[in-house]
């Protein structure tokens, strides 16, 4: 009798009352899924996200959507939460080498956001031409004829400029077919160095204007020029090359801004690497 007036007791203090609810809150998110947040089963499609569905929709088709169609995004829009947030409590992001790869670069566009929009000014992008002069010149142009020889030059190759350069000989009746323009103007070294290799464009700058010579080798074999006319290559200024200089200065200021959001993140992080001590 003494017991069960004890258990009685006990079983009206407080606390017992509220460990019990605790039991029961406890077996209901073990039965339903672990630790559920009911704010984290909230979702919400707000003015801001049928706003963007429609501009989205009009961009697409021309029109604005119907209310069914508005209806059937909105759908798609829940669905898709649901399965992307399911996929998270699943783990199914980790490990995933596309996941990371597209977090990856979304933390890398985060982190250079801001230096994103800066517009630098004129003396800025001067200065940074200044302090990288051997980066912005301007390379030579040519004016040039060639007549290609094929692998191997003929044994008689003196002979056969000699007549070219006194009129005797003409070059259609030299050259070998190739697809490879015959002719070039006001071609600068980058563009020659497309069409016929780096070798053929090193091997210009030796040669004189005005008369046949050779033979030069390009990726494709051997070749005579005649240079028309050359114009040597300069420092650009700035109004020549400034979408370039622009395009260089931002990437070091992303690169830079990566370079100290990296370094803050590493920071926080213990790294071990097998085989480092």
């Not at 049928?50 to 829009?77: C, H, V």
């Not at 142009?141 to 400029?161: H, K, R």
């Not at 006194?166 to 020659?192: N, V, Y």
């Amino acid at each position: 009798m003494t017991q069960g007036l004890q258990l009685g007791k006990l079983l009206r203090e407080p606390l017992i009352h509220f460990l019990g609810g605790a039991l029961l809150v406890f077996g209901f998110f073990w039965a339903t899924g672990t630790d559920r947040d009911p704010a984290d089963y909230a979702i919400i499609i707000d003015e801001a996200d049928i706003s963007r569905l429609t501009a989205g929709w009009a961009a697409n088709f021309r029109r604005p959507p119907t209310q069914d169609e508005l209806d059937g995004m909105i759908e798609k829009e829940i669905v898709e939460e649901i399965y992307y947030r399911e996929a998270l409590r699943l783990g199914l992001d980790r490990n995933d080498p596309v996941v990371r790869r597209r977090l990856f670069t979304k933390m890398r566009f985060l982190n250079t956001e801001e230096t994103a929009g800066e517009k630098p000014s004129d003396m800025v992008l001067q200065q940074w031409m200044d302090d990288h002069p051997g980066k912005y010149i301007l390379s030579s142009q040519y004016d040039l004829e060639q007549i290609y020889l094929g692998q191997s030059a003929p044994e008689d190759i003196a002979q056969v400029i000699e007549r070219l350069n006194s009129g005797e000989a003409k070059s259609a009746d030299i050259a070998k077919p190739i697809s490879l323009p015959a002719t070039l103007s006001k071609a600068s070294s980058g563009a020659i160095d497309r069409q016929f290799g780096e070798r053929f464009t090193k091997a210009l700058e030796a040669l004189e204007a005005s008369q046949w010579q050779g033979p030069i080798r390009s990726g494709f074999g051997r070749h005579l020029v005649k240079i028309t006319a050359k114009t040597p290559g300069k420092q650009a200024q700035l109004s020549d090359v400034r979408q370039q200089v622009s395009n260089d200065w931002r990437a070091a200021q992303n690169a830079a801004a990566e370079a100290r959001s990296l370094a803050k993140y590493r920071a926080l992080y213990d790294v071990t690497v097998a085989g480092r001590e």
